[in-house]
């Protein structure tokens, strides 16, 4: 080390004895206006500088320099000859639109593509920045092959499941990993990110991709990379964006008014039972012969008065929800300083009542950069409020996508303005609480006088109940996030750097919930004076990292780098919950309205802990890359990971990849191939791991929790433990080509690959007399086999005209192909089986309705049919499996001088998922509920109808009846503006740039599935909340 | 160049050593919410706190037992306003071993709570104690869930036992904690091995201890009672409950009001006791949230009872009005937590039942006619001494006070399964019954299945007949 300072220190007084001669010159874009902060420097010396203002460079440079090089970001670089006695040197840069989609940004790497063994896949920020959703993994739906994005909540801010080649684990983590700037952020907490603030989406699929973030890298990486300025004229934009959003069109028949009475007529006259007034008042129910004409009279009047009644539950729970979004930003430096910051407000709300987000978000990105050293500070704060309906996701009927199916079509929520619901003991209620008449000892002739005063109810109440409970309660959160990353080089010799990054992702999440005394829900609490609790959750993620890149080119065939680094990372997290009861009226929504451990029984709960997460890494990293004349590139990857997730002896563990490139448009042979532009051949081979859910799952504990209190006493319960547990390894091997032909307006790539995991972690079922129902053991293997492509072709591709379409898609085969010692484990209706893929259906095979009694059929497992209902000894595995094999996503664009219109879909297809919304509307045991239309029209009635709903009293079951296609294209996205012409913006003088757009999220869905919407990210549908269909109109000015 | 490239390695080396050795105590992380097994058992806190666990468990157990024999039998009925469909496959007597959960969900809670009480006999051994204080204290500990043990076992039998002779297909007896894959026992070594924890209980817990929210010995002796019954061993039953006859007298019936609001302890041997937070029991039958009906007490029980007169009636059961009748057992007594209340496990009303019983067994009519009496004077006022002419009419008195004094108690489906009878619904009661109104001991619905999971799980066990 000594020695190599000392011939530096040598050396440069020798150099300085060199001759030297100035070059200058000026840099220019394609149409000829200055480009600065374009970086000028002598090749195979370090001599360098940047272009100022006016493009102008001057750079003294050794004789010996033979070539400058010019280098910008967006711009393609340049090499010009400086040999002889040229001094001079004006050159012109051209904008490559391709030039960042060149560039796969790894999280540790910067890589050429055409250098790059790993598969991956970049989305860019015109395909990011001005979606009008505030979730960013729900804005990748589509846009990658092989990523598979579904959000499981039209809630503006909800997570998506994501996932990469195929689903990796069994009950292990399937989720990739999030890199932001350079740091591990947490998967699904995008609410408080700001999708305009990103540059690119990196995702990341190989084990040569993905081998460098070892024991969590076998789910795939998406490295998000955030906006960097950019040197010359300080840019400052505003953009706004307005719009509204309604439900989509779902295929959503429930019985008006007019079907349902008649329903209810007619399974009383049938069955003798009485669901509702369409029969308890009936003149043709022999329980009201013996009524007086005046009675009669009276229930005929009521009847009538019924059948008037035609709630839209449907209009009542859905609205119109209303969105906006401003934008300030401003980005600018020279040549050493760059800055990007911006400033973003986004307010939306959700298509169902209550439920919105609101989110503030700040971002400071700086660059600093000098021949030696360069470094990146990225800064984003983000602070999100949403406010959630009640129950959702769940069937009860309190979830109002619930209720808007049960609710009957008489039930009139509001009487005199007055909401009338089934809890209240006091107002129009009255009566009918203490004479209900569908009281089975009340299905003959009332007993009890009718006050015509007061408000007799015929239905459920739950639709009014649900608008009671969205009306007395409130549920909210609100995040602060901060991510902050610094990423730093010095440059120690001409070949030897110094990296470093550190960096912190923040989340503070903190819920509340409010109970409002003097409601019906309110008297439901301990206390009956309603309650408030605060949830309050912190997660902090720390990770730093750094060491030596040692970078030589050796003639002018070979190149080298190598990198060596060391990284620690640290999660833990915080939590603690408290209920409070009692509320003081005028004091709701805060702690200091609780009536606090009063002997009246006010005693507030709390719960929490400091563990959750609780983990650490510790890693050594190395990377290799080996270049031959540029036409055939080593990539090799190597980390040594600690991690405190896995029991201690098997706590260390190297993962590595090695992959190679050829080039192969760089062969002689090819130099006639006129018809090719590009073919890259690429292919790869290594083994990662994916994180475990939980972060102590091998030690066996006590724990405490409601479930070990008794008495009033806190005890301890034992939680399973596997000493055994270790990792799930994935081995991925991945052979891909990159190729543009027809001047590179057609460009493609093809990946396939093969990925096998092994010590898949299981919930083996366990037996119960063991004390736990399940317990994680390493025993499967599965692998996920498939192929990817995108590809783009721009049809037309002139000065005013671009006709542009693109496509990708990913196929992946999933198998489950050992499961240890077992061959199958049934986990509620579905099958973990070898031989099927995961999230396979297990149910009992519906075989139709017998056509002579009505009643329900299947089959049994030797193809016999039978009334007889046997979910242990009939159910099979035929209905395949609920996660999509095919996924991807098309697109179009067009152009017309300022002109454009882009449209986007995105698809899914293969799966099926279990309709649970079907069981409960076509079920006899929820008949007092409304029930699908097609039990009223098709519903089985005499020997001979051939239907496929089966007679009113007969028992309803779970079955592969349910198990339905979910398959769906989405138009996801259409967008059209108006790029204000510079030559009109010129007459301004003070706007530089203006575009104007209205574009439409989800426009249309083309599916079978009955229902709000198809996509979500589980086997089953209970009532989620869908995804909605916004129209925005947007404005974006730049000065 | 040689001693520097020495060094350099001599450098690269020392920092990797000392990098990798600060890694690993990095990674030295514990978790910090919960206790490693191995300390539980160094101290008595710790024991004391896996005691306080095993009860937490075997509390939910019973619950579900309660809800399980009340959906199956007669006791209960399902109305119209029940549009949750919570319940229904198992009131309708539709359940298989994978559907109608209800139907079996104490068998795997019992062995949750058994895993629970088990690792508490296996590691006691090794708990240290510093005087003769703690030294008793781990001694009741040690009896408390040695008769926990029993009482789950016995639980389990009486819900999953192919029936109650000797050779029946019991249920498996867990005596330690494992992971394994264990097969039936028959009824007859269940029980053998209940009445040995039992004996030994007794020598551990001291008399001292009385608290009825825990194990006691009164406790012990009820348990020990109630098996004796299952057995036959009427001398037995007849010597078992008369101590705690004497030691634990019935209830007045103020008292007995008081017992239902959990305002009052008369008569109550052992209950499980809610508190607030805890699940209410209550929820079930009646949903606070909708002031809907879950499950309704019969007709044909509320039609048993001399309802101006029997202070049982207003006890067990509301009327809402309107026709509306729900369970008023299980609502509490604290009006600010309804539903919330204790399970009440073991009271001196069964003792005499069990001693009646023996008593007309054994022939003696006139004293199974004077401890059935007992009682009935005790619950009705004005009531006046009925006479017995045959065994068989006291017998069938007996069961009917049974459904009565012990209904929604969890004891009506073990009494008509120990005696072979169907239980047959009367028509006003089964209403949403889709037809369900008789199940003979013939039908493999009269056997509660073993849940598919266990089944799927552990393919040494036996699954009862027909499923």
Known sequence: MKRLLLLVAFMLPVALLFAQRTVTGKVTDEKGAPLSGVSVSAKGTRVGTSTNINGDFSLNVPANARTLVFTSIGFQSREASISGSNTTVNIRLEVSATESENIILTGYTRERASKYSGSASKVSSERINNIPNASLDQILQGRAPGLYSVAGSGQPGAAATVLIRGAGSISGVTAPLYIMDGIPIEAGVFQSLNPSDIESVDVLKDASSTALYGSRGANGVIVITSKRGKAGKTVFSIKSQYGYANRTTPKFEMMNTQERLQFEKEVGQEFGVTIGPGWYLSKDNPANAGLSTAQQTEMDRRLDSLNHNNTDWVDLFFRTGKFQEHELSASGGNDKVRFYTSFNYYNQEGIAYRSDLERYTFRGNLDFSSSRFTASISTGIGFTKRNFIESENTTAITNPFSSAYYALPYEQPYVDGVLVASGMASGPRLAAATYNPLLPSNTGAPTVPILPSRVLVYDQREGSDALERLASTTSANNQLKGTISGNFRLKLTNELSAQGTIGLDFRETVGDRLIKPGTHTGTLVTGLRGSFSENFARNIQIAANGGLVYAKTIGQDHSFEVMGLFEVLRDWGHNFTYVGFGIDPLRQGTPSGITAGSTAGFIPTVAGGRAVPNRAYAAFIGAGKYSFKDKYTLNLSYRYDGATQVPEERRWKGFYAAGATWNVMKEKFMTNVNFLNSLLLRASHGQTAAQFVNDFAYLANYAGGAGARYDGIQGLAPTFGNTALQWEYTTTTNIGTDLSFWQRRVRMKVDVYNKKTINVVINQNLSFTSGFAAGQINAGTMVNKGIESEFSVDIVRSKDVLVAVGANFGYNKNRITSLGSVNEFIQGTGIIRVGLPLGSHYIVKWAGVDPLTGNPQYYNRDGSITTTYDRANQSVAEFGTSIPPFTGGFNASLRFKGFYVEAFFSFASGFKRFNNEDFFNENITFATSNQSRRVFTDRWKKPGDVTDIQRYNSSRQFSSKDVQDASFIRFRNLNVGYVVPASVLSRLKVISGATLYIQGQNIATFTKWRQFDPEDGNNIAAFEYPANRMITFGIKLDF | ?467
């Open chain 2, 1 to 467: 160049m040689n001693s520097n490239k020495f060094f350099k390695y001599f450098l690269c080396t020392l920092l990797s050593a000392i990098a990798l050795s600060s890694c690993q105590k990095y990674l030295d992380k514990e978790p910090i919410d919960s206790v490693p097994e191995v300390a539980i058992f160094e101290s008595l806190i710790g024991l004391q706190n896996a005691i306080t666990g095993a009860y937490a468990g075997v509390s939910p157990a019973v619950e579900d037992e309660i809800y399980q024999t009340a959906l199956v039998t007669d006791e209960a009925t399902l109305p119209t306003e029940n549009n949750t469909g919570r319940g229904v496959i198992v009131y309708r007597w539709q359940y298989d071993a994978g559907t109608g959960g209800e139907a079996n969900a104490s068998f795997r809670d019992f062995y949750f709570a058994l895993n629970r009480i088990n690792k508490i006999l296996d590691n006691i051994g090794s708990v240290p104690v510093k005087d003769a204080a703690e030294d008793a204290t781990k001694k009741q500990i040690q009896g408390e869930a040695l008769a926990l043990r029993a009482y789950c076992h016995f639980e389990l039998l009486r819900s999953f036992s192919a029936g109650f002779n000797g050779t029946d297909l019991g249920v498996t007896y867990m005596e330690r904690s494992e992971i394994a894959s264990p097969s039936r026992a028959t009824t007859a070594v269940v029980l053998t091995k209940a009445k040995a924890d039992l004996s030994l209980a007794l020598t551990l817990l001291p008399t001292s201890f009385t608290l009825n929210t825990r194990f006691t010995r009164n406790a012990v002796i009820a348990l020990q009672a109630q098996i004796a019954l299952y057995e036959k061993d009427w001398d037995g039953a007849i010597s078992l409950s008369s101590q705690l006859i004497t030691a634990v007298p019935l209830a007045t019936q103020a008292q007995f009001q008081a017992i239902w609001k959990d305002a009052g302890n008369a008569e109550v041997i052992w209950k499980l006791k809610r508190n607030v937070g805890d699940n209410r029991i209550g929820d079930t039958y009646f949903d606070r949230t909708q002031n809907k009906i879950i499950y309704a007490p019969s007709k044909e029980l509320r039609d048993t009872y001399d309802q101006a007169n029997d202070v049982r009636y207003g006890a067990y059961v509301l009327d809402l009005g309107g026709g509306r009748y729900t369970l008023n057992k299980y609502r509490g007594g604290d009006a600010a937590n309804l539903n919330l209340a204790d399970i009440k496990v073991f009271r001196t009303a069964e003792i005499y039942l069990i001693r009646a019983e023996a008593y007309a067994e054994k022939n003696n009519l006139s004293a199974g006619a004077a401890d059935l009496n007992a009682l009935r004077r005790a619950r009705i006022t004005g009531y006046a001494d009925e006479v017995f002419a045959t065994k068989d009419a006291l017998v069938n008195a007996i069961m009917t006070e049974r459904f009565k004094e012990l209904a929604f108690e969890k004891s009506r489906y073990f009494d008509l399964k120990r005696r072979l009878l169907p239980v047959t619904r009367i028509p006003e009661d089964a209403i949403n019954a889709l037809g369900a109104i008789e199940l003979t001991p013939a039908k493999r619905e009269y056997l509660m299945p073993i849940p598919l999971a266990e089944i799927n799980a552990n393919g040494n066990m036996q699954q009862n007949t027909g499923f």
